[in-house]
C-alpha cells in the first residue's frame, strides 16, 4: 500500500533535503582532502568489507549491491586495485571471471575515511542528546532495513500465481 498522505510527503522531502546535504558535506571533504574518497568508492569498499565469501564477490554483483551499471563499477574496481586498495583473483567457480576483496591497505583506507566522515558528521551531532542519537539511529536502521527488503524484493522474480493473478 502506497502512503501519500502529507505526513509521508513531508518525510520524503526531508530526507531529499538530509541526503542532499549529507552528499554536500562529503564533497566539500573531497575538495579539501586529495586522500577522500568517492562516495562510490566509500561504498564499494564498505560492500567488500561485509563480504560473507573469503575469495571476494564477483565485479557484476559488486555492481548490483551498488546499483550501478558494470562498466562504472569495473572502472572504479580497476582504479581501486591500482591503488592497491582491492585484490583480484580468479573466481573459483567459474576461472573465466574474477573476485574482488579489500586488500590490507584497502582496510586501513576505509578505516581512515570512516573516521574522518564520522568526525564531519559527530561536529554537526555533537550537541545533540545521546537519546536523540540512538532514537535517529534505530529509525534510519530500520528504514535502511526496510528499503533493503523492497529492493530485494523488486529483484525477486515473480510467482506464476502472481502473475496469473495481476493479468486478471
Not at 60 to 73: E, K, M, P, Q
Not at 81 to 95: F, M, W
Not at 113 to 119: K, M, S, V, Y
Request: charged letters at 25%; one cysteine or more.
Amino acid at each position: 500500500m502506497h502512503t501519500t498522505t502529507p505526513s509521508a510527503t513531508h518525510l520524503q522531502e526531508t530526507l531529499g533535503r538530509v541526503f542532499g546535504q549529507f552528499a554536500k558535506m562529503i564533497a566539500r571533504r573531497q575538495a579539501t582532502d586529495p586522500q577522500a574518497m568517492s562516495r562510490t568508492d566509500y561504498s564499494l569498499l564498505g560492500i567488500l568489507e561485509h563480504c560473507p565469501h573469503e575469495a571476494g564477490i564477483r565485479i557484476s554483483a559488486l555492481a548490483t549491491a551498488v546499483g550501478h551499471d558494470l562498466s562504472t563499477i569495473s572502472r572504479r574496481v580497476s582504479h581501486l586495485e591500482g591503488q592497491d586498495l582491492l585484490e583480484r583473483a580468479p573466481d573459483p567457480s567459474d576461472g573465466r571471471a574474477f573476485t574482488v576483496c579489500l586488500s590490507p591497505a584497502g582496510r586501513t583506507a576505509l578505516r581512515d575515511e570512516r573516521i574522518a566522515r564520522t568526525g564531519l558528521l559527530g561536529a554537526i551531532l555533537v550537541d545533540w542528546p545521546a537519546t536523540d542519537l540512538a532514537e535517529l539511529d534505530r529509525l534510519l536502521t530500520r528504514l535502511s532495513d526496510d528499503l533493503a527488503a523492497d529492493a530485494e524484493a523488486a529483484h525477486r522474480p515473480s510467482s506464476p500465481s502472481t502473475i496469473a493473478r495481476t493479468a486478471s
